[in-house]
């Protein structure tokens, strides 16, 4: 079967040119920007001839020169284009080639070629896709399909790889991690001579589009893979290990740009068995990339997973910062700490995670989740790109230059939400995130409603009423998504293990933590200082706002206090009635966002107008499966009844 390409899918201009010249040294004849451009122009104007360079250049011809600029940027590019010609230079092969997708972008958008100038660099300088793709095919919270980098433990380079990294290119992302940081069955090989000449290969391609390839290792490789008896990252011989097998992977695959790493985190293995901590392990395997260039990405997901729910004062919340703040400034400086963009697990709501500035003397970056898996799954339609976008702006109040998120990390990453399927993403409407993830983070200051227009225009075609309603539909749906499930900062009440679908007391019980300890009076959980003390983790500001249940943002309210159903919210609702009134409203934004899907019909494509209308046929019976049992769960236990006379339970 083939595959979508999606944004990329180049539609016939309304010009009747003869010729179109591509002009351009003969260092970039080979590029990757030259070939898009070749192949967008006989797309886009399918009755000119596409010329490298010529003699000839009239009225019936235009001309689009590229250049690089060596005092620009490597990754900056400037476009000045008129109805004639086009001038694209760029800071090196990459600023060129983020140039030629502009503006090919600005082309389509208007229909035709365009006067317009256009500068720009990317607002974070490592924007960053994780694949939790397993060697056996299989992809971890994988909602899309199985793995198209790894079919049956053998690694893929391939049409479908090389459509990836173009789609990847054209909205800016610059790595790519290809497997889970799960490290599991032959996947523990990319580090041997195994997957060696694929993974030059596939490295070779992702760095023809200004792409690193990285890996994630499993940390016991020096037992796993080298034989020995101990992967101490402070043993001479498990470093010597390392460095020697860095040595040849890194000459081997000259694009690898080092490791994501899982260390000590939900079984996997780490430095706290050897009595080492995490600045000991993250540094010996820095020490061993950094002849090469390379980085090593430790994630900062570390908590204590055996908590018993009975226990007040162990909090989930709080590992993330009590487990890495007293390592501030140990780290070298190759190394970045990858810290979620909440304490929790990619909820719908959390509040930022503490630890974005106040690690002051050490690399950070953020991680979020496209992979919808506690979002809808890509079953249901939640557009994360305004959520990303609010937690990249959010002042931490940390006495800074600069206290936004955006401007205290070196970079962002995202677990991505493709697979094999047709259209990458299992529903076409999950796309957006994929599209608008690359654009945020090359432009943060971007319009969300500009941006979701110009995805549906580039995907969708030019009907006016298409690109309204999905609009209309993608700006909607996380605040639909929220109102249904979980509001007022809860999270969690998924079914265990799979996270589809509601159960209110699924995990409150369990040794992952406890999420929302309801019972017939009260609700939510007291992180405030005479509680667990997680509140106090912010800066001095904040820790006074989400202190007190009367100053704490009413959608963050249940995260950090524990209220009776009565409890006043700002709306002047009590706390019960909320949580009936969201989970109606919720599910009436689902049912209009499934009209207008079906008011579509006849004006997008069959094959995906089916596929999205099954979707929202999940989506609402699944929409009315959480706001019946949540609503039932809250009224048995209160026994409040709803203020609107609804029946609020079966």
């Avoid at 002051?360 to 979020?368: G, N, R, V, Y």
Wanted: hydrophobic share 40%; net charge negative; proline share 4%.
């Amino acid at each position: 079967m083939g595959f979508s390409k999606l944004w990329l899918e180049h539609k016939k201009l309304a010009d009747t040119r003869k010729r179109v010249i591509i002009s351009c040294d003969h260092t970039l004849k080979d590029s990757a920007a030259f070939d898009e451009l070749k192949t967008a122009m006989r797309t886009m104007v399918p009755d000119a001839i596409v010329l490298w360079k010529s003699e000839v250049f009239d009225d019936d011809s235009y001309l689009i020169v590229l250049s690089v600029h060596p005092e620009l940027e490597a990754e900056e590019y400037n476009i000045a284009a008129s109805s004639n010609i086009t001038e694209i230079c760029g800071g090196s092969e990459t600023g060129v080639l983020y140039g030629v997708f502009a503006f090919l972008r600005q082309t389509a958008l208007a229909g035709g070629f365009a006067s317009f100038t256009e500068s720009a660099k990317p607002s974070q300088p490592l924007r960053m896709l994780n694949h939790w793709d397993n060697a056996d095919s299989t992809i971890e919270r994988g909602y899309s399909g199985k793995s198209f980098f790894f079919v049956d433990d053998e690694l893929a380079v391939n049409e479908r790889t090389v459509m990836y990294a173009r789609l990847m290119a054209s909205v800016g992302i610059n790595g790519v991690v290809i497997n889970n940081v799960n490290v599991r069955g032959k996947a523990k090989r990319l580090l041997a001579d195994d997957y060696a000449d694929r993974l030059e290969e596939l490295g070779g391609l992702f760095g023809r589009y200004g792409i690193k390839l990285f890996i994630c290792p499993d940390f016991a490789a020096p037992i796993t893979v080298g034989g020995l008896d101990s992967a101490d990252p402070l043993d001479d011989k498990v470093i010597e290990w390392w460095n020697g097998c860095c040595k040849k992977l890194f000459t081997k695959v000259p694009n690898l740009g080092g490791f994501l790493v899982k260390a000590d985190s939900e079984g996997q293995p780490g430095p706290f068995a050897y009595g080492r901590d995490h600045a000991d392990g993250a540094n010996m395997l820095a020490r061993a990339v950094r002849p090469y260039g390379g980085t090593v990405i430790w994630r900062c997901f570390v908590y204590n997973c055996t908590q018993d729910w009975r226990d007040l004062n162990t909090d989930r919340a709080r590992s993330g910062y009590d487990n890495f703040i007293p390592l501030d400034g140990r780290f070298d400086d190759n190394v970045i700490l990858q810290v979620k963009n909440g304490p929790m697990d990619f909820q719908v709501r959390e509040p930022v995670h503490p630890l974005f500035g106040a690690m002051k003397h050490t690399k950070i970056m953020a991680e979020f989740q496209l992979a919808q898996e506690y979002t809808g799954q890509q079953k249901h339609v939640c557009w994360l790109v305004p959520m990303i976008r609010d937690i990249l702006a959010f002042g931490t109040r940390h006495d800074l230059d600069d206290d936004r998120v955006s401007s205290v990390v070196c970079g962002v990453a995202a677990v991505a939400n493709t697979g094999d399927d047709y259209c990458w993403t299992g529903s076409e409407l999950a796309a957006a995130n994929l599209y608008g993830y690359g654009r945020l983070l090359f432009c943060e200051d971007i319009d969300m409603e500009q941006l979701a227009e110009e995805w549906a225009q580039l995907t969708f075609g030019e009907d006016e009423q298409v690109i309204a309603n999905v609009k209309e539909i993608l700006l909607g749906s996380h605040k639909a998504y929220e109102d249904y499930t979980v509001p007022l900062g809860m999270g969690w009440m998924c079914k265990p293990n799979h996270h589809y679908g509601p159960d209110p007391w699924g995990y409150e019980f369990d040794r992952w933590g406890t999420y929302n300890r309801a019972d017939r009076d009260s609700v939510g959980v007291d992180r405030s200082m005479s509680g667990t003390g997680y509140s106090g983790q912010y800066s001095p500001a904040w820790a006074e706002v989400y202190g007190s249940p009367d100053s704490c943002p009413d959608e963050l309210l249940l995260f950090f206090h524990r209220v009776p159903y009565t409890h006043r919210l700002r709306s002047g609702k009590t706390v019960i009635q909320h949580i009936y009134d969201a989970h109606f409203e919720g599910y009436e934004k689902a049912e209009h966002f499934a009209k207008l899907w079906a008011d579509l019909e006849g004006r997008v494509d069959e094959q995906i107008f089916k596929n999205v209308s099954a979707r929202f046929e999940e989506q609402l019976r699944c929409a009315k499966e959480w706001r019946d049992i949540v609503n039932t769960f809250f009224h048995r236990l209160s026994g409040i009844d709803d203020e609107k006379g609804r029946k609020i339970y079966n």
